[in-house]
């Protein structure tokens, strides 16, 4: 079993930067792509970006030019820089491995 660990939330004003982080258990971390999801109030969970197991990275067409999807196998750990936070980025965040694994979330809010 995969438990991953979510942290680096907080709250942002607009155009400011936050960190997050996605620790996880086990030794299958490197064989896996790894995604960032988000979910705001009332809406539907949506991904936010993709790293393969071998560094191929996708974002979302929201996200791009903003946010940088990446990870360290040698601590079993990813992270999404986000930088130029908007309102609208307020959310949720999950990491999820495509094992088939999710983390707890961590929430993001920007607002001044």
């Known amino acids: 079993q995969v438990q991953l660990v979510e942290s680096g939330g907080g709250l942002v004003q607009p155009g400011g930067s936050l960190r997050l982080s996605c620790a996880a258990s086990g030794s299958i971390f490197r064989l896996y792509a790894m995604s960032w999801y988000r979910q705001a109030p009332g809406k539907q969970r949506e991904l936010v970006a993709t790293?393969?197991?071998?560094?191929?990275?996708d974002y979302a067409d929201s996200v791009k030019g903003r946010f940088t999807i990446s990870r360290d196998n040698g601590k079993n750990s990813m992270y999404l820089q986000m930088d130029s936070l908007k309102p609208e980025d307020t959310a949720i965040y999950y990491c999820?491995?495509?094992?088939?694994?999710w983390g707890q979330g961590t929430q993001v809010t920007v607002s001044s």
């Open positions: 999820y491995s495509h094992s088939g694994y």
């Open positions: 790293i393969s197991s071998t560094g191929s990275i």
